[in-house]
């Protein structure tokens, strides 16, 4: 009799879980396609290829469909990220008040380029096209939820001793 290999899981059995508890939400298991990006996220701080197979597999669809909607939004990376991911953004708004600069400040000031991680794996910074939040220009947001702006050099210097501790916590 031969024996079959079992082939190697990315997604813990909790994961799977929580991704299988949204499937009843929806009207079909391909609408839960977002939020099972979202919980491998949390869980991974990224969502591999193999990840996205076994998405696929849970919601019954191809790895095809699962990677057009995480391709749609800029959220979701293949490669690991930092504790904690920084946008800078470099709409019209922020770039009009120097949102470009401090986009390069903050780059020089940890040694990396934008979209990259700091060598401690606390920080990775990336550009975003608009954050939405024009009124703080120019202005930066972390993936926790916290806001910073209206940015200058001091205040992004600040920022980044903030951001090296870590996420916040929830209030």
């Given at each position: 009799m031969a024996q079959t290999a079992e082939k190697p899981v990315m997604l813990s059995e909790a994961v799977r879980?929580?991704?299988?508890?949204?499937?009843?939400?929806?009207?079909?298991?391909?609408a839960v396609t977002l939020p099972a990006l979202h919980i491998v996220h949390e869980h991974?701080?990224?969502?591999?290829?193999?990840?996205?197979?076994?998405?696929?597999e849970i919601l019954e669809i191809t790895p095809a469909e699962v990677h057009d909607t995480m391709s749609f939004y800029g959220f979701f990376p293949q490669a690991p990220i930092g504790e904690t991911r920084l946008w800078m953004?470099?709409?019209?708004?922020?770039m009009?008040?120097?949102?470009?600069?401090?986009?390069?400040?903050?780059c020089q000031k940890l040694g990396i380029r934008a979209g990259e991680t700091t060598a401690d794996g606390k920080l990775t910074v990336e550009f975003a096209e608009c954050l939405g939040i024009c009124d703080f220009a120019p202005a930066a947001l972390a993936d926790d939820g916290r806001i910073f702006g209206p940015l200058d050099e001091a205040k992004v210097d600040?920022?980044?001793?903030?951001?090296?501790?870590?996420?916040?916590?929830?209030s």
């Amino acid at each position: 009799m031969a024996q079959t290999a079992e082939k190697p899981v990315m997604l813990s059995e909790a994961v799977r879980e929580k991704i299988r508890a949204y499937i009843p939400r929806y009207p079909s298991k391909r609408a839960v396609t977002l939020p099972a990006l979202h919980i491998v996220h949390e869980h991974l701080r990224c969502v591999p290829f193999k990840a996205m197979e076994e998405i696929a597999e849970i919601l019954e669809i191809t790895p095809a469909e699962v990677h057009d909607t995480m391709s749609f939004y800029g959220f979701f990376p293949q490669a690991p990220i930092g504790e904690t991911r920084l946008w800078m953004c470099r709409s019209i708004s922020c770039m009009l008040t120097g949102g470009e600069e401090l986009l390069a400040h903050t780059c020089q000031k940890l040694g990396i380029r934008a979209g990259e991680t700091t060598a401690d794996g606390k920080l990775t910074v990336e550009f975003a096209e608009c954050l939405g939040i024009c009124d703080f220009a120019p202005a930066a947001l972390a993936d926790d939820g916290r806001i910073f702006g209206p940015l200058d050099e001091a205040k992004v210097d600040a920022m980044l001793g903030e951001l090296k501790r870590g996420p916040s916590l929830p209030s």
